[in-house]
């Protein structure tokens, strides 16, 4: 099979990740024989810098003509603290987002028996939690229309959305769930926000469609609060842009793998896949940075945007074998840490062997 | 001195939490010679089916010719999971808020040393933590203009600050903490949100006014992970009314004691003391909700309303020894559990003691 993809290492440690990320998917399409395509381009702060844009147009027209994209983070803090700077490396994100139709972020929220203690939860609430967080993401507050009135004295932003809009993501959602344990939570805010109402409204009237699945309904208040109270009651939730950002990274948390979780943006012209956690600036340049959410996230391209299934096994067995031999960055263990590259090098020759 | 008080019980476990905080309050005002005057008015689901309103204009007349008002909890099970209820429980409460101007919701966050193995976080994290979360509470997305477009199909809400609201509040979390430790947290989306960008502007604008104060703004997605991974970093946090609802509620399991966790709602006209809490409708006449929240809600009446430190501070002695004893509602000891009113009767005989 013909694997094209797009590159686009980013910011801070960014491009560390991104080599380790590339090193086990060239194995791995060596391994299968697949014929691999890919090219870099640059997006956030670096992109700015070099090319005056943190979404240049060139970047754009490679991710359009890819199957996937790999996605390292962004982020610079001389960006950060000043909210009149006239461009941020976030609008790259959003712009991507919108531009390429990533409408559904998809975050698997696993534990991994070896790192239970990194969890701020006690051990037998988060035991065997397994569930899927998905967030809508080219809708909502994020893309509405926003600005300032009154002599720049009153702000606003707009919440909108469309039943399409809704009825796409809830689709994946029933989706995921009839895949897995069958149960859906919808997490909303319906006892005040009319988009809310929107969005419960269309979920009642899908869930008949999906007979075999239990359809919950969440006050977004309330699920922050079950998410590390009952996270093993979760199976698959569904929510809306703004809230999922919120809910998706504290989930994120209590499984104690922030550098561990991958996520996948599911697109209308293609796909993202990218680690969860952040271009984490302090860190750029030491080889110290866990490379493994983005080797997870390589998995999920193989997964999602090829259905190569046994290539995505293999990989994500070679990460639990570097769990267990302790092959690990300093953020798991400091006892005896090994670099970015040495675990990078570790798990693409596990995939080769 | 005279002490003028509005009573609303609400719905659910509302009334008989009431009971127990107003047994203490009789019993502290005898004591400290004040001279009580109190009234009961309707709110929530039991004013919409008596009175056809969830918040009254006789409740209303009667909160405004209060010098503080006794909240219990509202909410109903029947007005739930119906997007198209013409009227709901909430809207009394939103209603309350806006007409009685209470634009800071104040929530301390303390852990209670005997009940630290009820948190789902690990003991360490939050032995000791001790912070103060201050919601804004009259303005924001729930305010904001919301409606339908395109025959129903689309939905939309719009959040929107003013300088003003934003200049109001964020006083009050500098106020705090100069009384405190000296650090505020601003927790705003300034990265995405138009309306975020104007709180950073006037923080950074403010900041200097307060030079003692460290000053920290953090995005509303990274406050999420804090709370559960760091909570003894906070002091003092501020934000909006939807990003304080979500963490507020977070921040109020950490602590495990979700049943003893009071707050305070500011006004212009007057304020509003109440438990985090909600109506728990499926306990509502059984005689085992745990009253403490509701108790220290008066406490904090009595210190914030009055000015009255002495007789707050009593009260929460007084809670402090019924923990200390033992006499508990099932929420904290199923062991040998006391029934809602042993526990108000204990800590009343305790204060008159
Ligand atoms: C950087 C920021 C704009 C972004 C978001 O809020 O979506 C990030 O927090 C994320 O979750 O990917
Ligand atoms: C009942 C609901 C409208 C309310 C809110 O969202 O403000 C509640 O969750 C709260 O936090 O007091």
């Given at each position: 099979m013909k694997l094209k993809l797009a590159i686009l290492p980013g910011d801070g440690i960014g491009p560390e990740i991104i080599d380790q990320a590339m090193k086990v998917v060239k194995v791995v399409a060596a391994k299968f024989n697949h014929e691999l395509e890919y090219e870099f381009a640059l997006t956030g702060a670096c992109a700015i810098d070099?090319?005056?844009?943190?979404?240049p147009d060139s970047t754009h027209e490679l991710c359009m003509n890819a199957d996937a994209v790999l996605f390292g983070a962004i982020g610079d803090p001389?960006?950060?603290?000043?909210?009149?700077?006239?461009?941020?490396?976030e609008q790259g994100l959003l712009l991507m987002r919108k531009k390429l139709g990533l409408y559904a972020n998809i975050r698997p929220v696993v534990t991994f028996p070896s790192l239970?203690?990194?969890?701020?939860?006690r051990r037998e609430l988060i035991e065997g939690a397994d569930f899927v967080a998905i967030r809508e993401l080219t809708?909502?507050?994020?893309f509405g229309e926003k600005g300032r009135k009154d002599n720049g004295n009153t702000a606003f932003d707009v919440c909108e959305y469309t039943r399409m809009e809704v009825e796409r993501i809830l689709k994946l959602g029933y989706e995921y769930a009839m895949k897995r344990n069958k149960k859906l939570t919808v997490v909303d805010k319906a006892n005040v926000l009319e988009s809310s109402r929107l969005w419960r409204e269309v979920a009642q009237e899908m869930a008949p469609t999906y007979p075999e699945v239990t359809t919950e309904y969440m006050f977004v208040d309330n699920a922050a609060m079950q998410i590390i109270?009952?996270?093993?009651?979760?199976?698959v939730m569904v929510t809306e842009n703004m809230f999922g950002d919120i809910l998706t990274d504290e989930a994120s948390v209590i499984t104690g793998s922030l550098g561990l979780s991958p996520s996948a943006s599911i697109g209308i012209h293609t796909s993202v896949f990218e680690p969860?956690?952040?271009?984490?600036p302090q860190a750029a340049?030491?080889?110290?940075?866990?490379p493994v959410a983005t080797i997870l996230s390589a998995a999920m391209m193989f997964e999602?945007?090829?259905?190569?299934m046994e290539e995505g096994a293999i990989i994500r067995k070679a990460v639990d074998a570097s769990l267990d031999a302790k092959v690990v960055t300093v953020d798991i263990s400091t006892e005896k840490p090994y670099s970015t590259s040495e675990v990078g090098d570790w798990i693409a020759e596990w995939v080769a062997k």
């Open positions: 070099e090319l005056g844009a943190p979404y001389k960006y950060d603290n000043n909210p009149k700077a006239p461009v941020r490396p239970l203690h990194k969890s701020p939860l809708g909502g507050i994020y109270q009952w996270p093993k009651n979760f199976d969860i956690h952040g271009s984490y340049g030491k080889n110290i940075a866990n999602y945007a090829f259905n190569l």
